[in-house]
């Protein structure tokens, strides 16, 4: 109950501090936590919310988009050269930099999509996700979204630059053999050691480039980039 209290009470106060009256582009995120997003926004006025189009991460998104009564829009209709005003998502973990890991939904890249096409990014996370690093309490990997064909070839990648044991995340019980993306993709949980920061560096802390799998966000993001077949990585920094 004090977890659930936790989400909704962030929910709701990021809806009140972040969502202008005159904002008209929202983007509504995946997972549990957004789904207080949305009851919060429902709740607003109607002559205010009927003047926004909101704008999924996918099926669970839209369908909550839609449940509540709100304008649904897509992304590619958006003007090329027009941002959203604001996207709400959740995560599953954030460091002291405030990068995340996402993907816990399996969501990771349209919300990445959406989150990079809006103005102001908005991450709704109660107090279990707080980490000083990424991987010190979500222990179930790194998210990665990857092409089926490809998925073999990356974990075997992910092996050598030090993930232990990455594993393509199975749909049991909700599904015979693996998840299956809202792109067609599979999704591999890739779990490293917890990912230094600048300040480490600043404090001599040694590594950061993979020896022994020790890693600092940016250089296993720019490393995870080029492993062929990685379409999405669950982290945004
Ligand atoms: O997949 C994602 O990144 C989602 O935002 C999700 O993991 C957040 O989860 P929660 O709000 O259900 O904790």
Redesign the pocket.
């Known amino acids: 109950a004090l977890v659930e209290s936790s989400?909704k009470a962030a929910a709701y106060q990021a809806v009140k501090d972040y969502l202008k009256p005159e904002y008209r582009h929202v983007g509504i995120?995946?997972?549990?936590?957004?789904?207080y997003v949305v009851e919060a926004i429902a709740e607003l006025d109607r002559d205010i919310t009927s003047k926004m189009a909101f704008y999924p991460?996918g099926e669970q998104s839209r369908q909550l988009i839609l449940n509540a009564g709100l304008r649904l829009s897509y992304i590619e209709d958006l003007p090329i050269d027009r941002a959203l005003d604001v996207a709400f998502?959740?995560?599953?973990e954030v460091d002291d930099d405030l990068n995340?890991?996402?993907?816990?939904?399996?969501?990771?890249m349209q919300?990445k999509i959406v989150a990079t096409s809006a103005t102001k990014f908005v991450c709704?996370?109660?107090f279990?996700?707080i980490s000083p690093r990424l991987g010190t309490n979500w222990k179930k990997g790194i998210?990665i979204e990857v092409l089926p064909m490809a998925a073999e070839r990356v974990l075997l990648e992910l092996k050598e630059i030090g993930s232990q044991e990455p594993r393509i995340r199975s749909g049991l019980p909700g599904k015979a053999g693996p998840i299956v993306t809202d792109n067609g993709m599979l999704i591999i949980d890739a779990p490293f050691p917890p990912l230094l920061l600048p300040k480490d560096k600043e404090s001599g802390v040694k590594g950061g480039n993979g020896e022994d799998g020790v890693w600092s966000v940016d250089a296993l993001a720019q490393r995870l980039i080029n492993i062929v077949g990685i379409a999405e990585i669950?982290l945004f920094h």
């Open positions: 989400k995120g995946s997972g549990s936590t957004v789904v991460t998502d959740g995560a599953d995340l890991i996402k993907g816990g939904g399996a969501c990771l919300e709704v996370a109660d279990r996700k998210p669950g």
